[in-house]
């Protein structure tokens, strides 16, 4: 005699991931940097980079920068430095050269913005040393500054929802047109 064997219900995969939380560390460094408390916020972000880079997480050189200007913004503007080209020495390392030329280009802009033209200057001749000539005669570092005026119009947050890190169209890495990566978690962003 034949039996039926028990009806087995459907497996289906699942229709994608469920988002990550961002560490609730950088979530903290970034409110304290966003509330003025810079020399904490600075103390937070070195440490997160310090832990990222020993796990080789990809964000390190991120929050190396981040970590840096926090400790401009706290009156120590020498170790600032330090930090900041701690920072860009890891793009260098990894070779990011278009990563990097995008984030040299920034942290010079934003230096000159507050009135630290010295310090600009600085970064400026400490990378003109570190950047191997036939990279900055390569495609990938002369394009690194043009971004699409798509991509720089499409209306991102302010503000990553996960980290609560700031969103800049011209520093993130864009998936495409109207989707851009958060810089310091890795979340996904989409332009309003």
Same mark, same amino acid.
């Given at each position: ?25 950088? *979530? ?14 600075? $103390?937070?972000? +070195?440490?997160?980079?310090? $832990?990222? /880079?020993?796990? $080789? ?41 278009? +990563?990097?030329?995008? &984030?040299? &280009? !920034? ?12 310090? !600009? ?6 990378? +003109?040393?570190? *950047?191997?000539?036939?990279?900055? +005669?390569?495609?990938?570092? *002369? ?9 720089? &119009? ?16 011209? /520093? *993130?890495?864009?998936?495409?047109? &109207? ?14």
């Amino acid at each position: 005699m034949w039996r039926r064997r028990p009806i087995q219900p459907i497996r289906r995969p699942p229709l994608r991931r469920p988002a990550r939380r961002a560490h609730p560390k950088l *979530v903290e460094a970034h409110k304290l940097f966003q509330n003025g408390d810079y020399l904490e916020a600075a $103390k937070l972000f +070195e440490e997160l980079a310090d $832990k990222a /880079e020993k796990n $080789k997480i990809p964000q390190a050189p991120r929050l190396y920068l981040q970590a840096g200007a926090a400790w401009i913004k706290a009156e120590e503007k020498d170790k600032g430095i330090e930090i900041i080209k701690k920072g860009l020495g890891k793009f260098i390392e990894r070779k990011k050269w278009a +990563e990097l030329k995008r &984030s040299a &280009s !920034a942290v010079v802009h934003r230096l000159r913005e507050n009135g630290l033209n010295e310090q !600009a200057v600085e970064i400026e001749t400490w990378l +003109e040393k570190q *950047v191997p000539q036939e990279v900055k +005669e390569a495609p990938v570092w *002369v394009k690194a500054t043009s971004v699409r005026g798509s991509r720089v &119009s499409a209306q991102l947050p302010t503000n990553c929802p996960k980290c609560g890190g700031p969103v800049n169209p011209k /520093e *993130v890495d864009w998936i495409d047109t &109207s989707t851009a990566a958060c810089v310091y978690c890795g979340s996904l962003l989409r332009a309003d």
